[in-house]
């Protein structure tokens, strides 16, 4: 018997913040029993390869906790690839989640690795000991003409040799749901994960919004519009809302919950006690382990 995943997203400190600061984040989610963490990286600059291996260094080694690295390659060459997972590897780290990373304004890409699926190839090809993850839109993608012809690509992007997907954020789990049949139905069978992000400011969540594309459903728009001017209720009806989507995604027999921390380990912590129980072993077995 298996139990659904339940990981975890961290990112580094912003670069001028004080890089003790992701102690306080690990040490605050202490009780959590994450499968894995996943760390965030930049756009490609040197600082965000060693600041990501950093991260996952102190997350495998001092909590002993399995690491997911993220990898963004529109900016990088081979040879950029290549330190990058010499660095991961050394710090500890079996999984790469591979994208593509979004756009910078005044950046020019490097033309090696157009797509998310030439960096999973890549990866395959020349680090096979590495287990590589990708994202997922269940929306579809912002640049996507539809949400077919999004996961015709995504199929393209499996096959490159995904062991697992990581879905973007969403708040309507009918969405997810109808998403994941589709997949099903074009042949997609790795194991996805469901990306959850605990709405606690209503104007972070609305810029997050913006930039991916979901949704907000009539349920979400009616916390916003009662209790959005309202931080400290906001931040609670926020947790409430999420576990009440986890509990949901859970009881459909999702094969995992991705929660994003964006670094508050007390919003994490208080999600993980109202859900902590569900997270035994009740469905058939689904391998995504890192």
């Not at 606690?200 to 810029?207: E, F, L, P, V």
Request: charged share 20%; with cysteine; proline share 6%.
């Amino acid at each position: 018997m298996h139990k659904p995943q339940f990981s975890l997203e961290v990112f580094p400190p912003r670069r001028n913040a004080p890089v003790g600061t992701i102690y306080d984040t690990l040490d605050g989610l202490q009780g959590v029993h994450p499968d894995f963490i996943s760390v965030t990286y930049g756009t490609g600059r040197s600082a965000d390869r060693t600041a990501t291996a950093r991260i996952c260094h102190t997350v495998r080694k001092e909590y002993d906790i399995p690491v997911v690295a993220h990898l963004t390659a529109q900016y990088l060459n081979e040879e950029q690839v290549d330190e990058a997972l010499d660095m991961f590897k050394q710090a500890g780290v079996s999984a790469i989640l591979a994208l593509r990373g979004d756009a910078v304004e005044g950046r020019e890409p490097t033309g090696v690795f157009h797509y998310a699926s030439d960096l999973v190839s890549y990866i395959r090809q020349h680090q096979p000991d590495f287990q590589v993850f990708g994202a997922c839109y269940p929306e579809g993608h912002p640049h996507a003409s539809t949400l077919d012809d999004d996961i015709t690509h995504l199929k393209l992007k499996v096959d490159a040799g995904l062991s697992g997907l990581i879905s973007q954020l969403f708040f309507d789990n009918e969405e997810f749901l109808r998403f994941v049949d589709k997949t099903r139905t074009a042949g997609i069978h790795v194991p996805i994960e469901a990306g959850i992000m605990p709405v606690t400011n209503a104007s972070q969540i609305q810029r997050m919004v913006s930039m991916c594309g979901s949704r907000i459903p009539n349920n979400l728009a009616t916390l916003l519009e009662r209790w959005g001017d309202d931080p400290e209720a906001m931040k609670q009806a926020g947790i409430l809302f999420a576990s009440q989507q986890i509990s949901d995604l859970v009881s459909h027999g999702v094969d995992g919950i991705h929660l994003y921390t964006m670094n508050h380990p007390c919003t994490t912590r208080r999600i993980w006690n109202n859900v902590a129980p569900l997270f035994k072993a009740t469905t058939p077995e689904v391998e995504i382990r890192v």
